[in-house]
């Protein structure tokens, strides 16, 4: 069974970390495009951090950049998002998207959610 499963969020006050893991099943993870998104209540779902198949450098969106890492193992089919630095306006629920073109088709997978409340 192909499914993504998201980890590691919670309730931290401003300043504090978090890491979040992404674990695929049922397919390899590295293969993939892997991107983090997040939406907050009322709002859009936007995309925060991305990390290519091939290796090449992470992307981040400017309200992220220089406080979150986008990272892989593969030994673990596992992508993380390293989370410094948190502000009130992190909160959100994050979601893990992989997604691979194969043969002009591409395939898109998402996690369930998890929510991370910044808070003191």
């Known amino acids: 069974q192909v499914q993504l499963v998201e980890s590691g969020g919670g309730l931290v006050q401003p300043g504090g970390s978090l890491r979040l893991s992404c674990v695929a099943s049922g397919f390899t993870l590295s293969w993939n495009a892997v991107s983090w998104y997040r939406q907050a209540p009322g709002k859009e779902r936007d995309l925060v951090a991305s990390?290519?198949?091939?290796?090449?450098?992470?992307n981040y969106s400017d309200s992220v950049k220089g406080r979150f890492t986008i990272s892989r193992d593969n030994a673990k089919n596992t992508v993380y998002l390293q989370m410094n630095s948190l502000k009130p306006e992190d909160t959100a629920v994050y979601y893990c998207?992989?997604?691979?073109?194969?043969?002009?088709?591409?395939?898109?997978?998402w996690g369930q959610g998890t929510q991370v409340t910044v808070s003191s």
């Open positions: 998207n992989a997604r691979r073109v194969l043969l002009s088709k591409t395939y898109t997978y």
């Open positions: 990390i290519t198949s091939a290796g090449g450098s992470p």
